[in-house]
């Protein structure tokens, strides 16, 4: 990313890497997270209890699978890694995608467009994760390809989302603090565990609470700068 910013004469301020404000940006998008999820594993936890299966959280950390992680690691170390290697993660994943796209295509295209590109590839860039699930013989091919539709949908409108509060913002911090507590905390870290198993509903929590937190982003958005301009 640094070697594309020199190339395209660009600063990490100018993609939204502002020093600025950042700490308390990136509290924002840790709130906004954790509201959504807390909304989201409240349902995933009535749902199970409906279906006669009882369920609670636990915490620790694991490695992210589509078709449900068996690891538990406990210890100090884990945590920590799993915060880094997120960190960078996200750092990467929003600089990229939703600072230096966004802003080299908004130089030919509308922000919209821009940011329904960025999001498309952002989409994209996801289906590794089904193809990897498919190579490991854990799901079928059919499968395979059903997911990845799903996950570019998915990660596509978490794109559209982020993109939303970089344009309100106009830094990455927000949507970077989001991002962080979806990859680390509710992907990662805090697991609901059944008689059945752990994280049988993980995906579907994920969505709920990424569709609950794009509505209340897409109204702020709205109100913010769609409205203004039609004043």
């Given amino acids: 990313m640094a070697l594309a910013l020199k190339r395209e004469n660009l600063s990490w301020n100018e993609i939204g890497f502002q020093r600025k404000g950042f700490v308390s940006s990136i509290l924002k998008g840790l709130l906004l997270g954790s509201i959504c999820f807390a909304i989201a594993y409240r349902l995933e936890l009535a749902v199970l209890a409906l279906?006669?299966?009882?369920?609670?959280?636990?915490?620790?950390?694991?490695s992210f699978s589509l078709t449900g992680s068996q690891i538990k690691n406990t210890d100090c170390v884990f945590f920590v890694l799993c915060v880094l290697f997120n960190v960078i993660n996200v750092w990467m994943e929003e600089g990229v995608f939703r600072g230096l796209f966004?802003?080299?295509?908004?130089?030919?295209?509308?922000?919209?467009?821009?940011?329904?590109?960025?999001?498309?590839?952002?989409?994209?860039?996801?289906?590794?994760?089904?193809?990897?699930?498919?190579?490991?013989?854990?799901?079928?091919?059919?499968a395979m390809v059903l997911m990845g539709i799903g996950y570019i949908v998915l990660a596509g409108i978490m794109g559209i989302k982020w993109g939303f509060l970089y344009r309100i913002t106009g830094n990455i911090w927000v949507g970077l603090g989001d991002h962080l507590f979806n990859n680390t905390v509710a992907t990662n870290m805090l697991h609901v565990v059944s008689q059945r198993g752990a994280d049988e509903l993980q995906i579907v929590r994920i969505m709920a609470a990424q569709m609950i937190s794009f509505a209340f982003v897409l109204v702020i958005y709205y109100y913010k700068t769609v409205k203004p301009k039609e004043v």
Avoid: C, D, V
Wanted: charged share 10%.
């Fill in 51 to 62: 279906q006669g299966n009882p369920a609670h959280l636990e915490i620790y950390i694991s």
């Fill in 102 to 142: 966004i802003k080299t295509l908004s130089k030919t295209k509308t922000f919209m467009q821009a940011n329904l590109i960025a999001a498309l590839l952002f989409g994209i860039w996801h289906i590794i994760m089904p193809i990897r699930s498919y190579i490991y013989g854990e799901m079928s091919f059919m």
